[in-house]
């Protein structure tokens, strides 16, 4: 792994990645700020016909979207739902004929996280990395995956569960590439093992790949893993006694943080987007 695929380095960050947070607002982006968002239809407080809201996923059409509904095709947060003017409420999960549904915009952000800000969709959380990407849509996107709150790099929100299932699925997933900085030189046996792989608790732990840094110390390393928390990354460590002084996603498959300073975030390029569903 060369050490310039970590586009901030070692120490402080350059000045176009070095943010001032304001209270207001996190960030904003590489796009301009937006004078006014559309309220989109499906987060009104009051709810959506549920036929509306079928049809408007694409489904089918109103009245067909009714027989549906009437049939037990139709579920609202695992209950069938078979009453017509039943209204869909923001946070509820639909779907149809067992796959979920969704009638907004599909929507691809791509954030550089800065450190302090919890991975969670959770509010009471302090700084949350949706704070960051509060302005990116009106769309109701979440992050795939974790990076702990002092944690850095590459995070992917998305509303689309066919990009979060390419991700989460266990037999393929999604490689992401980690800058791992370690309180001690990694011994080489303890690479190679990681590399050959290992069990821990009698569960066997498998790394893409892992290496040392180009032109820096044995105590940063380069890891690739299909794993979407970071959770495994410190089991790994700590199980050969090593403490993790920083993790930095450095890219996620053919993303990475070219063009995007920390804190900020940008949209998946419909390039960008077609390779990730080529994975």
């Known amino acids: 792994m060369n050490r310039h695929q970590s586009s901030n380095g070692k120490g402080k960050p350059s000045g176009r990645g070095h943010n001032t947070y304001r209270k207001t607002s996190y960030a904003r982006g590489n796009a301009p700020i937006k004078k006014a968002v559309q309220v989109n239809e499906a987060l009104n407080p009051d709810g959506i016909r549920l036929n509306k809201y079928i049809a408007n996923s694409g489904i089918c059409s109103r009245r ?12 609202i947060n695992g209950k ?6 039943y209204k869909v409420k923001h946070n509820d999960e639909v779907r149809y004929d067992g796959a979920r549904i ?3 915009k599909k929507a691809y952000v791509l954030l550089n ?3 302090g800000f919890a ?24 992050p795939i995956g974790r990076l702990g709150r002092n944690s850095k790099g590459l995070l992917l929100f998305t509303n689309d ?36 792989g290992f069990k821990i608790d009698g569960k066997l732990i498998a790394v893409e790949e892992i290496s040392y840094i180009d032109g820096a110390s044995k105590k ?9 928390g970071n959770n495994i990354i410190r089991t790994i460590f700590d199980h050969f006694n090593y403490n993790i002084l920083s993790i930095d996603c450095v890219a996620i498959a053919h993303l990475t943080k070219k063009d995007i300073p920390r804190g900020h975030w940008k949209h998946l390029t419909q390039q960008e987007l077609n390779n990730l569903k080529m994975l």
């Open 119 to 142: 991975t969670t969709t959770s509010e009471g959380k302090g700084r949350t990395v949706m704070d960051l990407v509060a302005n990116a849509t009106s769309s109701r996107i979440k």
């Open 113 to 115: 996280k800065p450190k």
């Open 64 to 75: 067909e979207a009714d027989v549906h509904i009437a049939t037990g095709l139709v579920t």
């Open 80 to 85: 069938v739902i078979t009453e017509m003017g």
């Open 161 to 196: 569960e066919v990009i979060v299932n390419k991700f989460t699925n266990s037999k393929h997933g999604v490689p992401r590439l980690f800058h791992i900085e370690l309180d001690k030189n990694l011994k080489l046996e303890d690479l190679k093992k990681i590399q050959s």
């Open 102 to 104: 969704n009638p907004e």
């Open 220 to 228: 940063e390393i380069g890891l690739k893993i299909k794993n979407t």
